[in-house]
């Protein structure tokens, strides 16, 4: 999730001085930037639950759908943005080859991936966007797809447009991550939810395990801690997912991607990168078409009036010790055009990357 609003400190006398007051700020500011409402809301939850933002956003998340849609940050009509499964399906995911005019060719060859925040918390036009994340899904047919800010009835119409692809998800309730794979090309052997124990937003780090032309696959995505407050929290994540991507079995290639809500400081203060592992946006010499994936200059959804760039969506990847060799070969944005509703699939650009496998 990328943080909503610009935060702005404290001024002589203010909460700095009302140890309570910025106690129950930072909980309206946490609650806001997991359930992306506004604070009115956030104030009433958390009031509602003794200020304890777990059992808050636990009351917020199961409260009824047409009630959660009133007081998102735009009112839909009842029932146009929640429910997307009353849509005809015939458009959907289907696992034939690609024709010659999908960009994406079935390659023996190639491995594809996408990853990308799909702000499944923010409801406002909520089905025309879903239809067009699935509308790229289709065009690019990526073996894989990794997911963030998934909610159930997103999750829900994935299943139902996207049956060419296995779906695994890293929570059921609230909001979640997911891996997609494509059935026809990668095959799924087990799955893993690594808990963070520190955490106030429900994150944690979703592992697959597959394979894919005879190589084996160690996929992961995560969705880090979001906005500057919760930085040290990020951080630990971060060695977490570090550590798990080096403690993969060595026959396997290893690919984590998603939403990192990472500032370059931030990996520099963990120490870097482990040196078997890549930044394939650096790996592939810092391409600056694609070097922001959140950024309100270019991208509206939000409402945001200050420029933020960041580059919060990232993809690693340690190599297998030996057998093929899955070498990175591109990366792109996705979702860089307006809707007819006047907004973006999301308030995160998408990431394809393309890989060479070399038998």
């Known amino acids: 999730m990328a ?56 009351a917020y998340f199961e409260r009824p759908a047409e009630e959660g849609a009133a007081q998102r940050r735009a009112e839909p009509a009842p029932g146009a943005c929640v429910d997307l499964t009353n849509e005809e399906t015939t458009d959907s995911i289907s696992s034939k080859p690609s024709t010659s005019e999908n960009p994406q060719q079935e390659d023996g060859s190639m491995f ?30 990526p073996d894989v797809v990794f997911l963030q800010e998934v909610i159930p009835p997103y999750y829900s119409y994935l299943k139902k447009r996207a049956s060419s692809y296995e779906i695994i998800t890293g929570h059921e309730e609230g909001y979640f991550t997911a891996i997609m794979l494509k059935k026809s090309r990668v095959k799924f052997k087990s799955q893993e939810i690594i808990l963070f124990p520190n955490t106030k937003m429900m994150r944690n780090l979703l592992c697959v395990h597959a394979s894919v032309l005879g190589n084996e696959l160690c996929l992961m995505t995560s969705h880090l801690e979001s906005t500057r407050g919760h930085t040290k929290e990020r951080m630990n994540q971060l060695k977490m997912v570090l550590k798990k991507i080096q403690a993969a079995p060595e026959y396997a290639s290893v690919i984590f991607a998603g939403d990192t809500n990472l500032r370059d400081q931030e990996v520099t203060k963990c120490g870097g990168l482990p040196s078997n592992i890549l930044d394939i946006w650096e790996f592939l010499g810092k391409p600056k078409h694609c070097q922001y994936t959140w950024d309100t200059q270019m991208n509206s959804n939000l409402g945001i009036p200050a420029i933020c760039k960041h580059r919060f969506d990232r ?12 070498i990175p070969q591109s990366l792109d944005l996705l979702g860089l055009e307006k809707l007819d509703c006047g907004r973006f699939p999301s308030d995160h650009w998408g990431l394809l990357c393309n890989l060479d496998i070399i038998l």
């Open 3 to 58: 943080e909503r609003r610009p935060e702005a400190g404290p001024g002589p006398g203010g909460r700095d001085d009302d140890p309570l007051g910025e106690k129950r700020h930072l909980a309206r500011e946490e609650f806001a930037a997991v359930a992306s409402c506004e604070a009115s809301v956030a104030r009433r939850y958390l009031a509602e639950n003794s200020w304890e933002v777990q059992r808050a956003l636990n």
């Open 112 to 141: 594809s991936l996408i990853t990308w925040n799909i702000d499944g918390l923010d409801l406002n036009n909520l089905q025309e966007r879903a239809q067009a994340v699935c509308s790229y899904l289709a065009l690019y047919s």
């Open 315 to 326: 993809i690693f990847f340690r190599a297998a010790a030996e057998g093929s060799h899955i």
